[in-house]
């Protein structure tokens, strides 16, 4: 008999071989990959010896998209046709977009009621999406390792922001899978730097790292102890970075040399790669020189000193240390209890950030590895050991959920499940009932948010759990089960205990919800924490009263001719409209009272109906047939 050879999934059959993976950094300006070879992890260059890949792509009518420095060449020619900063487009609507309020220079597909969903941008090449250009940049990173490392790839570590919500990471998942990638893992940015800086050698403590990149903000503050890396809490913006300090630089040069606002996208273009030229600049000088020539002969040069960038750029910069308090509000820490502050992204490089840093955190930060290619050595070191190639490795990662799940009950009430700032992966089960007597369905409403009704929270997903067995309200017992992979996505089960009866669902997110989409919804939550627990209260006080007014109308049409007096029938009612009246109030207390006062009210009448059933299921046995029922049950 022939012998079959066995290998765990995901791994080939000789295990002694070193499996090639990548860690990719899909950024907002620059992209890059890179790989562990010999033990040292290393970004992969081109073949010119570059190794940043400006994130641009440009799209040409009947040939392949040129994608990095060659299609940044060809922004202020033909702007329409070369996207940039895509990343800050991944998971959101048009209406999303919109509501940025930067100026972006593409022609946007306009929604239908019929295609709604991500936003969509024409070009020579048709209408694309964040997703599919977001794949042509991976695509040749794809290229850049396989030509580097000479063969095919096991598997990717792709990294987000920390804040990036369900619909973005599903975005991104989707990008490396049209770009012909196997996703190991995506890694939140600030924890992939926090691996390339060794912080899993250091001793135990707390780390906050600041990591700003070309288009996204991120804080993270990280928990090291006995070698697991634990998010105990995130924060950020996915639309604030380096482009911001760009854009405010060519304002300025536009008030400067007069230019309308309402400037061709060539224009805007050029300005913008003046001002990042100037950006750069004030890194190792006071003063940067411009000079602007248009075709339509229009000349400007002038000059910006480091003082006043530093006063344009000031309250981007504040903007990014609202997060960093709400981080450490959400951890219960105060700013001693922080170790280290680590500082990660290639706008980190702009000095005002950095004395701003050390001035909030009263430490001085770390800079001392390059802040472009920190999170993509971070993300290889972590493929490695996703791909087997060290499989002793005792380092864990484990990143948080941004926001709580849970779902809709009576009354449009939010039960969380999995409370945000909650370790993942992980899974958690709560048990649920039925409303109404005989009732054989459930809807299963899935939410995000932490506000205490729906209305207020993200709707996520709708499904429905049938063959539920007909029984008295109460009775019945349904788990639901929500589960949070390594990715942050979601699956939710449902399943009746008594029958086996099984639903569930992977969420696929709608795309839309953005980072200051969750920024707002912590802050309401926190502003109206008061007021929803009244809320709260109140609708828990009016599906209870609706529970006993339902229960008690369904008897007095069974029973109550026979076994109410005619005073003892007018009482009741005089209770129960007492009661429904109150129930159209906002006093919960009240309707807690009248609810107490309808059930004393009605006792006689229970225990009447509690005798006439047992009657009923005695007549007609003897003795001993009772007595053998009993022992049964």
């Known amino acids: 008999m022939a012998l079959l050879q066995i290998s765990e999934p995901g791994q080939t059959q000789a295990p002694h071989e070193h499996r090639l993976a990548v860690g990719i950094d899909l950024g907002t300006t620059n992209s890059l990959v890179a790989t562990v070879r ?86 020579a090449a048709g209408a694309l999406s964040p997703v599919q250009i977001s794949a042509d940049i991976l695509h040749a990173l794809r290229d850049r390792a396989r030509t580097s490392l000479g063969g095919d790839l096991t598997g990717v570590v792709i990294t987000v922001p920390a804040y990036f919500d369900d619909a973005q990471r599903q975005a991104t998942k989707d990008a490396a899978k049209l770009a012909g990638l196997q996703v190991l893992r995506l890694l939140n940015e600030p924890t992939a730097a926090a691996v390339a800086y060794g912080l899993d050698k250091a001793a135990e403590g707390i780390f906050a790292i600041y990591d700003l990149g070309g288009g996204t903000f991120d804080i993270s503050i990280l928990r090291l102890q006995r070698g697991v890396f634990e998010v105990m809490a995130t924060a950020g913006d996915s639309a604030l970075g380096g482009d911001d300090m760009d854009r405010v630089i060519a304002q300025w040069i536009m008030q400067q040399a007069g230019i309308a606002e309402d400037a061709e996208h060539k224009h805007i273009r050029q300005l913008l790669s003046i001002a990042r030229a100037a950006k750069e600049t004030l890194t190792d000088h006071d003063t940067a020189a411009m000079q602007l020539q248009f075709d339509n002969g229009q000349h400007w040069q002038g000059q910006l000193s480091r003082a006043q960038f530093d006063e344009l750029i000031d309250p981007l910069v504040q903007k990014t240390l609202m997060p960093c308090r709400r981080a450490l509000r959400d951890a219960g820490l105060s700013i001693a209890d922080i170790r280290e502050v680590v500082m990660v992204g290639g706008s980190t490089r702009v000095l005002r950030v950095r004395a701003k840093v050390a001035e909030f955190f009263q430490r001085k930060p770390h800079v001392d590895i390059d802040p472009d290619k920190v999170v993509a050595i971070g993300a290889a070191i972590q493929a490695d050991i996703l791909a087997g190639n060290k499989p002793d490795s005792d380092m864990l990662l484990l990143d948080v959920t941004p926001l709580s799940l849970g779902l809709e009950t009576m009354g449009g009430l939010v039960e969380k499940v999995i409370p945000r700032n909650t370790t993942i992966p992980v899974a958690k089960a709560q048990d649920f009932t039925t409303f109404k007597d005989g009732q054989t ?122 076994l109410l007096k005619r005073r003892e029938f007018e009482t009741i009612n005089a209770r129960l409209d007492k009661l429904l009246h109150l129930m159209r109030g906002t006093n919960p207390q009240a309707i807690k009272a009248a609810v107490e006062e309808l059930e004393q009210t009605t006792r006689d009448f229970a225990a009447r109906r509690m005798d006439k059933a047992i009657q009923k299921a005695m007549q007609g046995k003897t003795v001993k047939e009772l007595d053998a029922e009993i022992e049964q049950n």
């Open 38 to 123: 010999s033990g040292m992890a290393e970004t992969l260059p081109d073949a010119q010896g570059r190794h940043l890949l400006p994130s641009v792509v440009h799209y040409r009518q009947d040939d392949a998209p040129l994608v990095g420095v060659e299609a940044q060449e060809k922004a202020s020619q033909d702007p329409l046709n070369t996207i940039a900063s895509v990343k800050r487009l991944m998971g959101r609507g048009l209406h999303d977009v919109k509501s940025v309020g930067s100026r972006l220079p593409y022609d946007f597909i306009e929604e239908t009621e019929t295609a709604k969903g991500m936003v969509k941008i024409r070009t």
């Open 441 to 562: 369905a459930m809807a299963i409403h899935v939410v995000q948010g932490e506000r205490e009704l729906v209305t207020d929270c993200r709707s996520l997903a709708r499904f429905e759990l049938r063959g539920i067995p007909p029984m008295v309200a109460g009775a019945a017992r349904i788990r639901v089960t929500f589960q949070v992979d390594a990715d942050g996505l979601l699956s939710v089960s449902a399943q009746e205990q008594t029958t086996g009866a099984y639903s569930e669902i992977t969420v696929k997110p709608s795309y839309g919800l953005g980072d200051k989409d969750i920024e707002t919804m912590l802050r309401e939550a926190m502003e109206n924490a008061s007021n929803d627990a009244a809320r709260r209260t109140l609708r828990e006080q009016q599906v209870e009263a609706d529970r006993v007014v339902n229960a008690l109308k369904a008897a007095l049409k069974a029973d109550g001719k026979h």
